[in-house]
């Protein structure tokens, strides 16, 4: 954990008639100088020698223009690091779709999974055309608003006036002030000062070309939700403050990003640790004490499926606050797995439905930065793993075990491995639960102890998707903890009673066996 980070905080303000005027006429000078200084650069042009002419030019002081430089790099180095993502993501897809195409039988799917594959090949020919240009592209206002122009009635416009009105404002809605801690209150550009009733008030410098609004803008009574009292040390200790002013159909917002100082590690590896499994809609959570025993086991709902990025934020930070609340108890470190969903995310072709729209909605990555922001502020260590085969390890030798669920079993086994402990096979027959309330039962393969453990949870992992396979040819309806139990001896088993007994026969082990031998 480095000593600091950066955290952005933002807030909405009133902007009167007059505010507003200012702040929207830099925010479309702004715009202007990014998109010439874009030009230029894409030209082959070098933004140090650049700087004298924009300054004439467009009437800006130096560290405006710094500050669209620096911003500009950025954009252009984001584009560059996603274009690469792309090209990998793309070659996954076409990888995929060639496997469905080779498994195809039917003709009007493969001329269809055909015409899909064209489509992907033309893209990546395309990026891979850009790559080797180094070229950058850039639509300041994006691509969904331009491409709006072509399909005016579809998209809600009586004229093409009309959507060039939005356009406008879409490509000029936003400034950047970049800030410095050798500068006042850690940013020339806006300084900011702390009032006595709380409040902090921002005096914005405004380019030399609007002198006719006045050298100042001066914006009083603005308060944040959340991280003031960061803000308000930053301010005191002179740290370096950026602010990015942006209007919205709302209003105006300001988001403030300053460094934050890392308090003192609370979390010690030797009490133990708690290991996050995080899934789509929710997170389990498994507790060891300082030698790797199982101690607790949690489990917090975070349903993001069908939310806004607003509400899906909120539900992220509630879960995520009750997972450092019990980890800042404990005193212990937070293990996560160190995973990136965008491969298997490309590989969804020829998925089910269902399966692919819980995989496109699943905010893995969201929830694993706010665990790491959380975790930093709190003074909480977090621990990284490989996340091989720990849902495997979880179902079999913890879940039936202990009576908790097989991704509750996957946190234990996280656990486990950021503490360096055994990954051995604990049982001989796993004995895994459903999500339905059942259980299958399989066999565990020989081990051959001159190879590495995890080629042996390789082949176990081959064997639970086969049990998996067969416990759905049974034909049960889908809640079918109506008609019997989990695994004997399970904490979670419901109570017996005639009703559930001649279903749990019917759906014994040993009728699952049968179907894994034929």
Known sequence: MSNQQTFTYQTRFDAPKEQDAALTAYAALYGTVERNLFAALAAGGDASSLKSAFLRRHGITARQYNAV??????????????????????????KKARKVIAKSKNPNKRHQKKRRLSNLLNRLAGLETEKKAEAVNICFGGNK??????????????????????????????????GSKD?????????????????????????????????????????FSYGQ??????????????????????????????????PERISDRGRGVIGIDINAGHIAAGETDRFGNFINAARYDCVTYGKSSGQAKAIIGDAVKQVVRDASMAGKPVAIEDIDLKKHKAEMENESPRACRGLSSFAYMAIQNTIRAACYRAGIEVIDVHPAYTSTIGAVNYAQKYGISVHQGAALAIARRSMGYSERPSVQTAVTPVCNGGHVTFPLPARNRGKHVWSFWAKVRMKLKAAHAAHARLGYPKPLRLYYSPAPGSRRA?????????????????????????
Not at 148 to 171: I, T
Not at 234 to 261: C, H, N, P
Request: positive net charge; charged residues 25%.
């Open 69 to 94: 430089a620096i911003n500009l790099k950025g954009k252009m180095s984001s584009v560059k690091e996603q274009r690469a993502v792309l090209i990998n993501e793309l070659d996954a897809r076409v």
């Open 145 to 178: 608003l331009f491409r709006k122009q072509f399909y005016l009635e579809e998209n809600g416009y009586s004229s093409h006036a009309e959507w060039k009105h939005d356009w406008v404002k879409a490509r000029s809605n936003q400034f950047f002030v970049i």
């Open 494 to 518: 419901l109570p017996e009673s005639p009703r559930h007994v001649n279903r749990q026969q019917n759906c014994s082990a040993d009728v699952l066996d049968d179907i894994l031998v034929q």
């Open 183 to 223: 500068e006042t209150a850690g940013c020339q550009g806006c300084v900011a000062g702390v009032q006595p009733d709380g409040t902090i008030t921002l005096r914005l410098r405004l380019p030399d070309a609007l002198a006719s609004k006045g050298k100042y803008l001066v914006v009083p009574d603005v308060h």
């Open 229 to 262: 009292d960061v803000i308000e040390a930053a301010i005191l200790t002179r740290q370096a403050i950026s602010y990015r002013f942006m209007r919205d159909e709302k209003g105006w917002r300001v988001f403030v990003s300053t460094s934050y100082q890392a």
